[in-house]
């Protein structure tokens, strides 16, 4: 039997659930706001979120502004099109006028656009202030993925599904929301939204008339301009100068599919011009950065700029608000030697595109264009510039990258500076030592590299120096940054995430490789590379060594070399000394020099026994002088060991030692006296007199000093001025 109390609390609780429900909000259809907090479908509106209820299609979903028939709906799971009648929100501009009517985008916030697969496609809010358009919208990541929520949009399906009639009101066009920004015509097999029917003229030959139209996949308006070329690139719209092209503006991904990179400062102000915006010359991205920045032309805020670094791979997204790329027919003529004559409009040639500014004579095979015929160079010796563009080996030269042509070996490289037998090759891919490149190394050491940069004529000429092993070995380029690596023995390609391309010399082996005499130019001696700027051009092949002077005629030490000289790893001049002794790398201007560590002294001339001077010891030994301080002077060539003498037998300064021995913390040469007590060795006998009151008769040892013929030795006579012995002129000890 059920109790009175339980009853009674089932009553409060259907009491509390009662009172605390929200009503059905009264206006579902999105036409006008809510007086209060009401439930629309799933979610709830209220003042924070919005009165404007829209239910009719999506689950439900709440704003602020902007009434009509349609939602924005924010799940915080799975994805947009998980729930009928909720699609993506298709584009940056539908994604910034879907967060303004939630009341969600602040003056001061900017929306990135993104591509990314962690992310989930079209729009969303990333943390708690940062909006996100993500253009990948093959992303099946989940709204929850890097996300509080995504924003879809919700809508009756369109019933002008044809592209040619404006449907006039919000509506779903397949798996994307047609809006105000994207436009009422949808074409629902491309699962697009325009702001017009398609374009009537599309080879960008007319102006269509207006208000606006669909071309490819982009809508032209008044404001972005009528002239129309879709034909390929996807579709694009300018303002000005009709022709058979046109200016793609992706906002992410790159200049690809039919579209390519715009080449030069030139032709990217004059496709601004073209596009009608309000900015047509171009600053020239800061070289420290080019890396981070989008290659070619692009729109950052209201800046146009032009990235010269044609390798970067940054996405039109980053730092970007657009790229500006070239759509045009493919060339006619791809062999460079038949100008593309197109009424004087681009073609593309390869992965670049021939303008007016680049020239109309198209090279597929190097992507290059020019003014003139591109034929080989005339000079490929590196003797002189070339006057024009041109093949040179496998890479064709042209003021962008120098016009100084080297391929005798190598595989052909270009240069602006410094003529001469030799190139510095670039290769993207591989090394500089690859086995099917005849004639082409790596440069040895960090002044080489920056010389070789300086002759390519690079931004930055002072290499920074690394010996990471996930660089590639030697002189490289990574972004626009100039690195020696000094760990040749690393394996990474030049083709490394971590470089743009290595910096390689090309050169002929050396035609003298004995040392002896100098060679003409830059060659190749053994496995490294010698030049007249660092290392010198004498090669000595056998030992891979280069060197500015020629070798040593006399290396082991005992004789002077006539003339300047190369000694080991080290040069013999005037100023070091002309005495060579190549093992150990050191020149002096006396016999013998030897060199242990930073110790550099003549080799001890007793060899088992008593030096005068420091000298080197056997093979390794450091005799640095006599002394308690030192490592002593008597040499054991045999052990390479030095020492200090034995103990002096006789130490109260009275009678001589017959041989060199230890007083004290000095050594005492053979015949001197040894005075212990005061750590000092005389070649006198002790005076005889050393109060003072007689001159001496002759010159004696008076304490630690030694006196002259006549002077007065005061020692040990209670005066402080006497205690270590004093030679005077009188029989005064005192100083004043």
């Known amino acids: 039997m059920i109790s009175a109390g339980f009853v009674f609390i089932i009553f409060i609780i259907f009491i509390v659930q009662f009172s605390t429900s929200t009503d059905p909000c009264t206006k579902t259809g999105g036409l006008e706001p809510n007086s209060g907090t009401c439930q629309c479908g799933s979610e709830t509106c209220n003042s924070d979120n919005g009165l404007i209820c829209y239910s009719t299609h999506g689950g439900g979903s709440c704003r602020k502004n902007d009434v009509g028939a349609y939602g924005y709906p924010r799940p915080t799971s799975g994805n947009c099109v998980d729930v009928d009648g ?28 993104i591509s990314s697969t962690r992310n989930p496609p079209g729009c969303f809010m990333e943390g708690y202030d940062t909006l996100r358009f993500n253009a990948l919208s093959t992303s099946t990541a989940s709204c929850s993925s890097y996300s509080q929520y ?59 008339s207006g208000p606006a139209c669909r071309c490819g996949s982009v809508s032209c308006t008044t404001s972005t301009g009528l002239i129309c070329y879709s034909t390929h690139g996807g579709g694009s719209c300018r303002k000005k100068d009709v022709g ?11 200049c690809v599919g039919g579209r390519v990179l715009i080449g030069d400062k030139a032709s990217c102000e004059a496709a601004a011009s073209s596009l009608g ?30 990235n010269t670094l044609s390798t970067s791979t940054t996405s039109c997204s980053t730092q970007s608000n657009y790229c500006i790329c070239l759509a045009a027919p493919v060339c006619a003529h791809t062999g460079g030697t038949t100008v593309n004559t197109n009424n004087n409009e681009p073609c593309l040639c390869g992965t670049s595109s021939c303008t007016s500014v680049s020239g109309y004579y198209c090279h597929s095979t190097y992507n290059g264009c020019a003014t003139t015929p591109i034929v080989a160079c005339t000079s490929t010796d590196g003797s002189v510039a070339s006057d024009r563009t041109c093949v040179c080996g496998n890479e064709l030269c042209n003021s962008a990258n120098g016009l100084i042509c080297y391929s005798t070996t190598g595989g052909g490289s270009c240069r602006k500076n410094d003529v001469g037998a ?15 490149v005849d004639g082409r190394k790596l440069i040895g050491d960090i002044a080489s590299c920056n010389a070789a940069a300086s002759s390519l004529g690079l931004s930055d000429t002072t290499a920074s120096e690394t010996s990471w092993s996930g660089y590639p070995p030697g002189c490289f ?73 020629p070798v040593c005629a006399h290396t082991e030490g005992s004789l002077t070399n006539a003339n300047e000289c190369s000694c080991g790893n080290t040069e013999c001049t005037s100023a070091t000394g002309l005495f060579c002794y190549s093992p150990h790398n050191v020149c002096a201007d006396y016999a013998n020099p030897r060199k242990i560590g930073a110790f550099t002294a003549p080799k001890c001339p007793q060899g088992d026994g008593l030096n005068t001077s420091p000298c080197v010891c056997g093979d390794s030994g450091v005799c640095t002088g006599s002394g308690a301080d030192n490592t002593g002077l008597v040499c054991h060539a045999e052990t390479s060991l030095c020492s200090r003498p034995d103990s002096c037998s006789k130490t109260d300064g009275l009678v001589k030692n017959a041989a060199s021995c230890a007083c004290g913390s000095v050594d005492c ?57 004093l030679c005077r002129n009188s029989s005064d000890s005192q100083l004043c």
């Open 86 to 113: 909720r699609v993506l929100i298709g584009d940056k501009a539908a994604c910034e006028a879907a967060v303004s009517s939630l009341g969600l985008l602040r003056p001061y916030q900017h929306l990135a656009t």
């Open 150 to 208: 995504c924003i879809c949009i919700t809508a009756p399906v369109c019933a002008h599904t044809g592209g040619t009639t404006n449907n006039n009101e919000p509506c779903l066009c397949g798996t994307t929301g047609c809006t105000s920004v994207s436009g009422y015509y949808c074409n629902l097999a491309l699962n697009l939204c325009a702001l017009g029917p398609p374009c009537s003229n599309t080879n960008g030959s007319v102006t269509n």
């Open 244 to 254: 058979a092209y046109g200016y793609p503006r992706p906002a992410t991904g790159k």
């Open 277 to 306: 915006l309000s900015v047509t010359t171009a600053s020239e991205t800061d070289a420290r950065y080019s890396r981070y920045r989008p290659p070619g032309c692009f729109m950052y805020y209201d800046t146009l700029y032009f």
């Open 422 to 436: 030799y190139g510095y090759p670039r290769p993207t891919s591989g090394n500089c030592v690859d086995v099917d």
């Open 477 to 549: 380029i990574y972004g626009t940054t100039l690195h020696f690596s000094t760990l040749s023995t690393s394996t990474t390609s030049c083709a490394s995430t971590q470089s743009n391309y290595c910096i390689c010399i090309a050169a002929s082996v050396c035609d003298h490789e004995n040392g002896t005499n100098e060679n003409s130019d830059k060659c190749i001696c053994g496995n490294i590379v010698c030049d007249y700027e660092t290392v010198g051009l004498y090669c000595t092949a056998s030992e891979n060594k280069c060197h500015k002077t």
């Open 669 to 725: 040469a053979s015949e001197e006296y040894c005075r212990a007590r005061l750590n000092g060795c005389s070649q006198y006998a002790p005076c005889s007199v050393t109060n003072g009151s007689n001159a001496t008769g002759g010159t004696c040892a008076c304490g630690s000093v030694d006196c002259a013929v006549e002077e007065y030795c005061h020692y040990g006579t209670g005066d402080w001025l006497t205690q270590w012995g």
